[in-house]
Structure formats: structure tokens, C-alpha cells
């Protein structure tokens, strides 16, 4: 019941309205039951004339009806006893559509409000968390374990109203008679027990079903996103094999699942009519009730056993699927651990430099820096050239502030970055990535990301400015068309033009380009290059590559060797911040 009473706590005044609108659908249900004794007495004609029950001494239950109605200048007659009964009903049926509407709210809420949960403490998380953490775990987290989530509430709630509906039951058979209702009751509670190992067998089996589904959604996303390779070698068939065994052991684990849900039912079914039976026996021939009574009470019982077999088939259901509730939570507080500290609250300007002094960097105690200088003048090209693996990107994710040196400090000028309000300063950063991401999208939409902010003159200014509005405007609709899955419907060197206006829409300072040539062809790169040299001047420019092309293109050079950083190339650039 954790689950339920964690939900209810998020959710405090849909679920009280619920409860209360259950219960007071309890009371005007249990005002119908008590006036359906009555009812039959006087179908029957077990009262003198047939048309009253005041005189009926067979069961407290009648006395309290018949008094209650003559109290209140009513004659307990059968059309006044089936108005009654309506009228209980009607407002029993308003009171349950109103509990539902509550669990509907919070069933639709709870998926969304986890899903924004997640994705803000995603958001907030530092670099490092993302290098560690497998993508499609988190796009399962969004999908199936945040509808799974919801549908465990569903059936918690479903589970919460049949488990009213048997407390009013069960009152009402009492006031008839308590011995027949403890004894039906204590029969039913050890039937429930005996059934409950299936019930722990369908919650292992949906643990199982979380943990098989996480694995199956993470590896079958990194599948995807290599499918060219792998086709391009003929090695999808290795992906096919991995893949079908992680699914066949799900469909294991579903079966297990089903089984447990099916074999509860089975059993159910005769263990609660067996006791139905003996029930019925019990209030004939050794309690020698009334027929009227004895019809109730079989009514009564009838539906207490349909919905204590419910209650524990809902209860089955939701322990299947709160497994994933308790795993996403553990991915948001994970997330949520690893938020990124403001480092501090200072407002960079990027005057003059930015500059690393003397830093030092390391990745599970391997260094890649070591005690390395490097300054990047204001409205200059500074290119940083080296093998790949020696530290080029490390330096960038430095810069942006993604990862913090274990020695030394970078400076923004004259302003250290562990001062910096580190949102103020990204703001201020164009970026484009070693490997250039598309959305499935239009240019527009590539280049601006939805900002409502930028419109059509900002994003073709940024494509003008990237050298891409001549192509852009030869395409079918222009900035409007479609660039295709990661960018296959356009050429390597297309692609990084529009990555370039994205990171050039919004007016950086600071421009940082990670291996901007690297997969493209001799023509091309020399193209980007020259690109940069019309774009330096009116930024900061930072441009990694293992090539050495681009240290002709660039105003300052950089060679990286054994985590030391060596200036190649310096075209008489004053640096008051160099170091």
C-alpha cells in the first residue's frame, strides 16, 4: 500500500475528494441495501394486508427502516420503499461518477507530472551524469515506465472503491446477521491469505518485466542509432540475435505475469462459491431464517464475495506495475543527485580573453591535461590541433564550464568561472558539436529549436551568416523543408552549415566548433574554413581539429602534446591575457 499512499500524498485534495465521494456513495448504497429487506418482506406478503413492514420483528434491520420512514410521516410501503431505493442509487451513481472524475484527473496527471519531473531533473544535471547513462533508459523511464506508473494509480483507485463497497456490504449483512457475516468473512480472509502467494508471484514477475524492459528499450535505442553501420556491414543480424533473446526473456517474465493474474482468477471463482454455499447453508437450515432474509443475505454475501475477489485482482494488478513507479523515481532522484552547482553570480562581459592557467584534467585518474595554458583572444580564430583522444574537447567542455579542472582555473577576462553564473555565461556560447545533430525537422526549426523568440529574419540572418541561405533557398520550401532523419536528406557539409546557424541565431560572444571539417571532403572544408575567416572578427572563435587545415584559417594555433598545450602559430596577435 506504499504506492498508493505515496500517489494519494502527491495528489492530497483529488484524492481526499475521491475518498470522500466513495464513502458518501457507500452511505446512500448502504440506505438502499437496508430498505431492500423490507422491500422483499412486503413483496412476499410476510406482513398483515401486504402493504406495510412496521410490524415485521424478523430482523433489527427492518425495525430501524420502518421506524426511520414512520419518523418521518412515511408508511414503509413497497412504492415508498422503491422510491427509496432509486433515490439511493441515483445519488450513489452521481457521488462514484465524481470519485471517478478525481482518479481520472490524477490518473491522466500522474504520467505527465513524472515525465516533467524527469525532464526537469535531467535538464538541471551536470555533464558527467549523461556520460554514464544510457539514453534509451531514460526514454523508457519517459514512456513505458511513466504509463505504467499511471496505471498502477488506476487500479489502486479501482481498488480503493470496490474495497468501500464490501465495508458497506458488510455492514448491512451485519445488522441481518453478524454470525453468518464473520463466519462468511473469516472464511474469505483465510481464502484471500491461501491465494496470496499468487499475488507475490505476479509482483516479482512485473520487477522483472521493469528491469527486462529497461534493458531491452536502452540497447534496442543504441541499435538504432547505429542501424547504418550495421547495415552498411551486413551485421544486422548480430542486433537481431541480442535484441530477440532480451524479448524472449521479457515474454518470459509476461508469461509468468499472466499466469499468476489467470490462476487467481481460476481459483477464486470456486473457493468464493463454495463458501457462497455454505454460507446460504448455514443461515437455512442451523440459523432457520426467514425466506425474505435468507434472500438478502444471499444477495448481500453474493456481492461482498464478487467484490473481495476484485479487490484482490486490482490489488494484483497494481503490485504488477508499481514496480515501475519506484524505478522512475529512482531515475529522477539519480538525476536529481547529480544536479549541476551555480557556481557562482558574476555576469561575464568577454572583453579581452578567456583563458585556462595552468589547468589540469583527468578521467578516472588518467590525465589529459596537465598543468596546460591556453588564452583565446576576444574576436580572433584560436584553433586547438592534435590526434584524437589527447584532449581538444576537454579543453571546449572546460571553456562552456560542462566539467570543472581538478587544478588550476579558467578566466572570463579577469573573472574566474568558479564565480560565474554559469547560465549567463552559456547564454552567451554558440556551439556546434563534433557530431552534427538534426532533428527529423524543417530547416526553421533546426535552426531556431522552436524559440518563440526567433523568427524568420533571425534565422535567415543565421543561415546567411553560415553560408547556407544560397542551398537553403534552392531546397522545395526553402527554410520550411524537411532536412530528413539526423540530417540524411542533405549533404555532411549542409548539415554543419545549418549546425553553425543554430549556434550563430542567437548572437553568441563565444563560438565553439568541435571538429567542424572532420567529416567532410577536401572541397567542403576548405569552404568551412573560409566561412570562419568571415565570421572572425565579429566573434570569438574556438575551432577544434585534428586536421592542420585549420591553423591557416586561424589567427592563433594550439598544438596539444602529452597534456601540454604548445602555441604553433601567433599572427602577431596582442594578448595582454596570455599568461
Known sequence: MRFLITIASAYPLQSAIMLLALSLAGVAEGIGLSALLPLVSVAMGSQAGADSAASVGHSGLERVVTETLTSVGLTPTLGVLLIVIVIAIVLKSGLVLLAKKQVGYTVAHVATDLRLTLIRALLIARWEYFLRQPIGVLANSMATEAVRTSKAYLHAALMSALAVEVLVYTGVALLISWKATLISLAIGLIIAYMLKRLVGRARRAGVRQTDLLKSLIAHLTDTFISIKPLKAMARESRADALLAKKTNRLNKALQKQVLSKETLKAVQEPLFVALLAIGLYVVSVFLRFPLATVLVLVFLLTRIVKRVNKVQQEYQEMVILESAYWSLKDT?????????????????????????????????????????????????????????GIGKTTIADLLIGLIRPQQGEVWVDDLPLAKVDLKKWRKMIGYVPQETLLLHDTVFIN?????????????????????????????????????????????????????????????????????????????????????????????????????????????????????????????????????
Not at 544536479?339 to 583563458?355: F, K, Q, V, W, Y
Request: charged share 25%; with cysteine; hydrophobic share 40%.
Open 332 to 388: 529522477i532522484r539519480e538525476a536529481e543527485r547529480a544536479r549541476e552547482p551555480n557556481l557562482g553570480a558574476e555576469t561575464p562581459s568577454l572583453d579581452h580573453a578567456i583563458r585556462l592557467d595552468r589547468v589540469s584534467f583527468a578521467y578516472n585518474e588518467e590525465w589529459v591535461l596537465k598543468e596546460a595554458s591556453l588564452s583565446f583572444p576576444s574576436g580572433l580564430l584560436t584553433a586547438i590541433v592534435g590526434p584524437s
Open 447 to 579: 535552426v531556431t529549436l522552436g524559440d518563440p523568440e526567433l523568427g524568420e529574419e533571425e534565422a535567415e540572418d543565421a543561415l546567411r551568416a553560415a553560408g547556407a541561405w544560397e542551398f537553403v533557398t534552392e531546397m522545395p520550401k526553402g527554410m520550411y523543408s524537411t532536412v530528413g532523419e539526423r540530417g540524411s536528406m542533405i549533404s555532411g557539409g549542409q548539415r554543419q552549415r545549418i549546425a553553425l546557424a543554430r549556434a550563430l541565431v542567437h548572437k553568441p560572444k563565444l563560438l565553439v566548433l568541435d571538429e567542424p571539417t572532420s567529416a567532410l571532403d577536401q572541397e567542403s572544408e576548405a569552404a568551412i574554413c573560409e566561412t570562419l575567416q568571415q565570421l572572425s572578427g565579429k566573434y570569438t572563435i574556438l575551432a577544434i581539429s585534428h586536421r592542420n587545415t585549420l591553423i591557416g584559417a586561424a589567427d592563433r594555433a594550439y598544438q596539444l602534446e602529452d597534456g601540454k598545450a604548445l602555441l604553433v602559430q601567433d599572427h602577431n596577435v596582442a594578448d595582454a591575457y596570455s599568461g
